[in-house]
Nanobody, 122 residues
Framework: VQLQASGGGLVQAGGSLRLSCAAS????????MAWFRQAPGKEREFVAY???????DYADSVKGRFTISRDNGKNTCYLQMNSLKPEETAVYYC?????????????????WGQGTQVTVSS
């Protein structure tokens, strides 16, 4: 299983970015996909997950601004990020969990992408 994250970049505060995570493997449609982020000197933190049936969960800090979605036909997960803030500058990672139950705990995810840098300027 491989995950390839893309879509990061430099954006001004208040701007938007859309991250993509392309996954390999025939069981993508049954898995939980998630996004985490890690800023320099900080621990990796949960952003959002989406279950196989479309059920989602978000960190309180991103609710109403970020939207996670998935296209099982394309084996791809997305994170639409709006109204970005400078403090959200981080490397964003996509992750996949083989078990069908969603979780905010990073260690419960089996596979990780390489990360994509998001920089929000003030």
């Amino acid at each position: 299983v491989q995950l390839q994250a893309s879509g990061g970049g430099l954006v001004q505060a208040g701007g938007s970015l859309r991250l993509s995570c392309a996954a390999s493997g025939r069981t993508f449609s049954n898995s939980v996909m998630a996004w985490f982020r890690q800023a320099p000197g900080k621990e990796r933190e949960f952003v959002a997950y989406i279950k196989w049936n479309g059920v989602t969960d978000y960190a309180d800090s991103v609710k109403g601004r970020f939207t996670i979605s998935r296209d099982n036909g394309k084996n791809t997960c997305y994170l639409q990020m709006n109204s970005l803030k400078p403090e959200e500058t981080a490397v964003y990672y996509c992750a996949r969990r083989a078990e069908p139950f969603g979780t905010r705990v990073a260690s419960m995810y089996n596979y990780w992408g390489q990360g994509t840098q998001v920089t929000v300027s003030s």
